[in-house]
């Protein structure tokens, strides 16, 4: 994570909108943020974490939200943009904001929280939360990118377990926890196993000895089958020429039947063709006529009813255009005066206005007089306000008060006053203390120099006189090994001969038993002194840790008493910068800022009631003005009022008309013009539907008038048609020969199918004659009359029973086939199932191997301890230079910290015993260590590490080390902002911003460049 800008307002001490432009400090490398104690800087990292996970580091965000609003905002709101992602190639904007409501201070609305990806200057709203964007949590966000003040040596001091599960957390350790997917594929396996062997079970029957019995017994079958199926095609052929046989017999015989029933049949039918053929002659040449004649007879009979209405009608429309000639003539009378009516409403309008005129004058009086007496109350009030301004203006300026940073300044020399003096008396304590154990470890050397024995003036004189004793033992002692070598042949020397070694034939002091003790006594004496040497070097060794311990004691007491020296010496300019202020002790100082906050306390309520007085005088003069303002449009209203009631009278056309209406009141005024405007209204429509109707009435008329015309001309036309018609009905009746009239209309009547009757006399013809040639085909045929139907069922059964007794023999086959082929698939499978069985065997002792490895996250832990060793050879590379090499950091199997303290030959001891500033410098190494692991597993080019911390804890000499250590972070592509007060470091970094705390105005961020 890169951040790139920063804004804060309503955040702690932040009252106004401050941008911090950390694209300008990253790009130096390294770079600060400097200021008082208390001046707002632990706020920016504050601020960072709110906008990115919502909740800061001193204040949880729930509960205790509303202190981190700035007591004089009514709001709090965070942009923070930043890069992140893979090699930090995307812009992200995190915004925070929350509101106190308004009703209760204390209650600080719910925040918002989001998230933008910004693309050049479109923002795309997210649902991705900080742990996504970023890449990890809060905690481990604090412990390797942005280290909080007071944070510094958490990691330090989490206890293994914890730590083993950030790193987990951290680089993804838990794809190394196997436990669960290796139990669950042995759960797997086991089911898998349970499966084949119930397959397994079930197959135990099938066998190559069965597949061979089944073998045989099919090719026996097989031949059973072929004699079956030559003997059933014999009877089977034989069958086939009966059945054709009996197919035509069968046929034969329903020939006959259906000849008789067509002889019975015949007269029926010759009677159904006499009446079809008068049917058709009545139909074709006569009934078009008569239904002719029928027509026109109704015709006529509607005509004649027509006329009669029509005559009926024409009296009706003359007398109904009598009456609306006469109604249209009254209304028109009365629509006449319509102009005359409308004057008089107008004028009744007028009277109206007037009276609502009349109203607003007296209103507007009422209003003049009410507000005149209120307004001259409320200019003596005016008047009263702005004397008690003067007297409350004139009494602050007379009170003399010391400016804010003269103020500020006094408290902070008061507050630098007694933090001097209190580190004087630490310092001393520190001193008595250093002193005490100065003399314990000169008492110790001192008891050590004294075992030092003469001649020797040094322990490397004594050792190296050990060595040369141990030198002479040991060479006492060869000498003595070779003798008892040469005593175990002695028994070999005989008086007069010749020595096996030496060749002599005397031998007056031949060795004995005496020189095997001398050896034991010898080898006493080498031990001895090598337990002697042994010894003398841890004498040294302790004599050497107690003079280093003694030198860093010195050097502690006389950097103590400079300390002292120092801070009396601030103490005493801090004196001496104060006379100019007459204050010469600490009481005077105190009773100086008592006195000047008290002033500026009085100073303030007096200017917070002239200003109360101010928005009252200001209140109230807006209340005067407006009160006066009324006063004055209701002048001028009345003025208006008076001049438009006499234009309004002047207007009035009928004044005689109108003067009774004054003494009404405007209701029945209304009434009276909307019964008038109602009636001529009413008479204007009366008068349009009359003249409507009445032309639509003689339109009628005259239509009814052509109609009866009509009507008459078609009526005589049809009963001429008439007569022609039935004269040419009679001579039809006597062309074809119809000389009974009812018979004749009967067969108009009559249900008759033609169509159907003809087809059905056309095919009892042709079935007929089919009929009787297919008699005579079938008689013809050899044997079809004497056919055997006994014979011919006996021939069908022994078929039947052939059969059937072939399908057994058939389906017997087929199954058994199946059978064989069901078994040759079963042996396959059953051989495969054991294949998969055997290793199936073989993977389940695998996995339980693996399960036993895997469980209780045996594995991750190994895997996280080797990721703590590394980190902590990565953290050594910067510790062994910090300390001079005399340190190094070790993590053992239980992933706890030790410390090698070369000074004490190599030896181990836990972390915890580190003082405060060596235990700083493991924790910036392990933090800048983590960081850079951090980077690696981004793949991020560059990486920002930002670390609030007061460095106190840090002689010159170690905050030597420590900046240049920082200082080399920008050779490896990293940025490093460091957080302080101490006053070395913004000396030696060039970038930085500088917080400074101003009373009115609250934190402000400035800038070096």
């Not at 085909?777 to 079809?784: I, K, N, R, S």
């Not at 070369?902 to 405060?916: A, D, F, M, V």
């Amino acid at each position: 994570m890169i951040p790139i800008r920063l804004e804060i307002q309503g955040l702690y001490s932040y009252k106004e909108k401050q941008v911090i432009e950390f694209d300008q400090l990253t790009a130096a490398g390294l770079f600060g943020i400097f200021g008082a104690v208390g001046s707002g800087k632990s706020s920016i990292l504050e601020a960072i974490l709110l906008a990115l996970y919502g909740s800061t580091e001193r204040l949880s965000d729930r509960g205790e939200k509303n202190s981190m609003v700035n007591l004089q905002s009514e709001a709090l709101l965070i942009t923070f943009e930043f890069r992140a992602g893979k090699n930090n190639v995307n812009t992200y904007l995190a915004r925070y904001a929350a509101k106190r409501n308004p009703k209760n201070f204390e209650d600080v609305k719910p925040a918002e929280h989001t998230f933008y990806l910004k693309t050049g200057d479109h923002l795309e709203p997210l649902t991705q939360r900080a742990e996504d964007l970023v890449g990890m949590k809060k905690e481990h966000f604090k412990q390797t990118v942005i280290i909080p003040q007071g944070k510094f040596r958490e990691f330090i001091d989490l206890t293994p377990g914890p730590r083993a599960e950030m790193m987990k957390e951290l680089f993804g350790l838990e794809r190394f926890d196997l436990a669960f997917k290796t139990g669950t594929l042995l759960r797997n396996l086991k089911d898998e196993k349970i499966r084949l062997e119930t397959q397994l079970g079930a197959l135990e029957e099938i066998t190559p000895e069965l597949l061979a019995e089944k073998t045989d017994l099919i090719r026996e079958i097989a031949l059973q089958a072929e004699k079956g199926d030559r003997i059933f095609r014999q009877t089977e052929q034989t069958f086939k020429k009966q059945e054709e046989v009996q197919s035509k017999h069968l046929q034969l015989q329903g020939f006959l039947k259906e000849w008789e029933i067509l002889n019975n049949k015949r007269p029926e039918i010759e009677n159904k063709k006499a009446i079809w053929k008068d049917f058709l002659k009545a139909k074709t040449y006569l009934k078009p006529v008569w239904e002719q004649i029928t027509e026109k007879n109704a015709e006529l009979e509607k005509y004649r009813v027509s006329v009669t209405d029509c005559k009926r009608f024409k009296d009706n429309y003359e007398q109904e255009i009598e009456q609306l000639v006469k109604e249209e003539l009254d209304l028109k009378e009365k629509a006449e005066k319509k102009s005359e009516r409308e004057t008089k409403i107008r004028d009744l309008k007028k009277v109206i206005e007037i009276k609502n005129l009349n109203a607003e004058f007296e209103a507007a009086k009422t209003i003049t007089a009410t507000l005149k007496p209120d307004l001259e109350s409320k200019k003596e009030a005016l008047s009263a306000i702005k004397e008690q301004i003067k007297r409350l203006e004139d009494e602050s300026e007379s009170i003399i008060t010391p400016d804010s940073n003269t103020l500020s300044e006094l408290k902070g020399l008061a507050k630098d006053w007694d933090n001097w003096e209190s580190q004087i008396k630490e310092r001393q304590k520190e001193a008595n203390e250093i002193m005490g154990s100065t003399e314990s470890i000169t008492a110790q050397i001192e008891t050590l120099k004294e075992k030092l024995p003469e001649p020797n003036h040094s322990f490397e004189e004594w050792i190296s006189s050990q060595k040369l004793t141990i030198q002479k033992l040991d060479s006492g002692k060869e000498k003595l090994i070779q003798q008892s070598g040469l005593a175990a042949h002695v028994h070999l020397l005989i008086a007069g001969e010749a020595c096996p070694l030496c060749g002599a034939t005397d031998h007056p002091h031949p060795l004995t038993e005496t020189e095997n003790n001398a050896l034991e006594s010898k080898n006493k004496e080498i031990e001895s002194a090598k337990n002697m040497l042994e010894q003398i070097i841890i004498w040294k060794q302790t004599l050497s840790e107690q003079q280093i311990r003694l030198d860093n004691q010195l050097s502690n007491k006389a950097k103590t008493e400079t300390e002292i020296n120092s801070l009396s010496e601030q103490i005493k300019q801090l004196k001496k910068g104060l006379l100019s202020h007459q204050v010469d002790t600490k009481e005077t100082l105190s009773t100086l800022i008592q006195n000047s906050d008290k002033a500026i306390q009085r100073r303030e309520k007096l200017l917070q009631q002239i200003k109360e007085l101010r928005k009252n005088l200001e209140e109230n003069q807006i209340e005067y003005e407006k009160e006066e303002k009324q006063i004055r449009e209701a002048e001028q209203t009345l003025l208006g009022l008076s001049s438009k009631i006499s234009a309004k009278k002047e207007e009035i056309k009928d004044p005689i008309f109108c003067k009774p209406f004054f003494e009404k009141d405007k209701a029945a005024i209304e009434q009276t013009i909307q019964k008038v405007q109602q009636d001529i209204e009413e008479t204007a429509f009366k008068l349009s539907g009359k003249q409507k109707v009445l032309l639509e009435t003689r339109t009628k008329q005259a239509t009814n008038l052509a109609n009866l015309k009509n009507f008459e001309n078609q009526a005589q036309s049809t009963s001429t048609k008439i007569t022609e018609l039935q004269k040419e009905f009679e001579s039809l009746k006597v062309t074809y020969g119809f000389e009974d009239e009812e018979k004749l209309i009967a067969l108009f009547y009559h249900s008759l199918d033609a169509d159907k009757v003809d087809a059905e006399i056309r095919q009892f013809e042709d079935r007929s004659l089919l009929v009787k040639n297919k008699v005579e085909e079938l008689q013809a045929q050899p044997g079809v009359n004497s056919f055997d139907q006994e014979a011919f069922t006996q021939l069908q059964n022994r078929l039947q029973v052939e059969k059937s007794a072939l399908e057994a023999i058939k389906k017997s086959f087929t199954l058994l086939d199946q059978e064989l082929i069901s078994i040759k698939g079963k042996l396959e499978e059953k051989q495969k199932l054991q294949v998969t069985f055997g290793e199936l065997e073989k993977r389940e002792t695998n996995l339980r191997e693996l399960e036993r490895l895997f469980k209780g996250s045996g594995f991750v832990k190994y895997v996280s301890s080797i990721y703590l060793k590394e980190l902590c050879a990565t953290a050594n590379l910067r510790f062994l230079k910090l300390t001079k090499n005399s340190l190094s950091l070790e993590i053992d199997d239980n992933n706890t910290f030790w410390v090698v303290d070369y000074l004490n030959g190599g030896k181990k001891r836990l972390l915890k015993t580190l003082s405060g500033g060596q235990t700083f410098q493991a924790s910036l190494c392990l933090a800048l260590a983590l960081a850079e692991k951090v980077k690696s597993l981004n793949q991020a080019d560059q990486s920002f590490f930002f670390l609030d911390e007061g460095f106190g804890a840090l002689d010159r000499n170690s905050l030597r080390v420590v900046f240049e250590t920082l200082k080399s972070l920008r050779h490896e592509n990293r940025i490093v902002g460091i957080i302080s007060h101490v006053e070395e470091l913004q000396q030696e970094i060039e970038v930085y911003a500088k917080v400074e705390l101003d009373p009115e105005r609250g934190s402000q961020v400035g800038y070096s460049f």
